[in-house]
């Protein structure tokens, strides 16, 4: 089927965009530590009978150490703290804003894949990162009123600092995510590797939620409220929102956009994936009564344009 590979990055886009919304409204209701709690450990239990089912072993058996400490650490770094700061910008800006900083993930990447692969900053790199600043700083500044019309953030900092901390977490966990996929790779044996290939990223996905799960549930522990998760039951409308999130996030929507590059160039794929904080405009408008001004819109498709020169040039 012609563009196959260009449906499915948009059908991406959009279960991103439902997820994040999902988990704006779980985050609100059962605290940003409980949804990670239950989020984090119904993903494990998918990416266990996802591995079980298609490859007959659930466990990532041929991973050594080494490559089991590159995926926990990226787990803590993306899962843990980036995620930690993403669904507390979803509860201080939206997420609205929230997706818009995530904008600022490809450029993290490229800043750690330089400071800790060695990889080259190219020309490129740094008019993507300018491009999508840019689109970020027009939507969330704003020009004062009066005789001194100072430029000021429209934003609460607490949650431009969230967001800002959630692309950083992104951006740092894919390179250490890297970094353990080539060290898995590495200890697979050779005639098992053709069979395992398209998989690994799944069972890498699994260790992450091992660490993601740790980190949250020992925070829980530590502050003593068990009894929150388990009074987090009693709230259909929040569990719904919180098992939507799930599947159409960690489940569905990392299924998805790996099979998207399947079937179109990397690069096109990711720029149509990268989407969402365009598309989120208007369902946040219905849904949480988030105004949408012109402003806003251009920065979203400047900052969502930047994202795009990272893969383009």
């Not at 499915?8 to 609100?28: D, R």
């Not at 490229?110 to 027009?138: D, E, K, P, R, Y």
């Not at 290939?197 to 829980?220: D, H, K, Q």
């Amino acid at each position: 089927m012609q563009y196959l590979g260009e449906i499915i990055s948009l059908g991406v886009a959009f279960s991103w965009t439902i997820a994040a919304m999902s988990c704006e409204v779980a985050s609100k209701r059962l605290g940003v530590i409980v949804t990670n709690v239950w989020r984090m450990a119904l993903a494990l239990v998918l990416s266990l009978l996802l591995m079980w089912w298609f490859t007959g072993q659930a466990w990532p058996v041929y991973a050594h150490f080494d490559t089991w400490i590159w995926l926990l650490l990226s787990g803590v770094v993306g899962y843990f703290f980036g995620d930690w700061c993403l669904f507390n910008s979803y509860i201080s800006i939206g997420s609205r804003y929230g997706q818009l900083f995530m904008t600022l993930a490809p450029m993290f990447t490229a800043i750690s894949a330089w400071a800790m692969l060695g990889q080259v900053m190219s020309i490129g790199n740094l008019v993507a990162m300018t491009v999508t600043m840019a689109g970020i700083a027009i939507s969330v500044l704003s020009k004062g009123e009066g005789k001194h019309k100072m430029v000021s953030l429209q934003l609460p900092v607490k949650g431009v600092l969230y967001g800002i901390g959630a692309g950083l977490g992104q951006g740092l966990g894919l390179v250490l995510s890297k970094i353990g996929l080539d060290h898995y790779i590495a200890d697979v044996p050779a005639d098992v590797l053709p069979s395992m290939e398209n998989f690994m990223p799944f069972s890498a996905n699994l260790v992450r939620c091992i660490a993601g799960l740790a980190c949250y549930t020992t925070w829980l522990a530590f502050r003593r409220e068990g009894n929150v998760l388990v009074q987090s039951v009693h709230d259909k409308k929040g569990m719904w929102a919180l098992v939507l999130a799930v599947f159409s996030g960690p489940f569905l929507g990392v299924s998805f956009s790996l099979m998207a590059v399947q079937y179109t160039a990397a690069g096109i794929a990711s720029t149509l994936m990268a989407t969402s904080p365009i598309i989120i405009l208007l369902p946040s408008y219905y849904l949480f009564h988030q105004k949408i001004t012109l402003k806003g819109v251009v920065g979203a498709v400047i900052s969502v344009i930047g994202v795009s020169l990272f893969f383009l040039i």
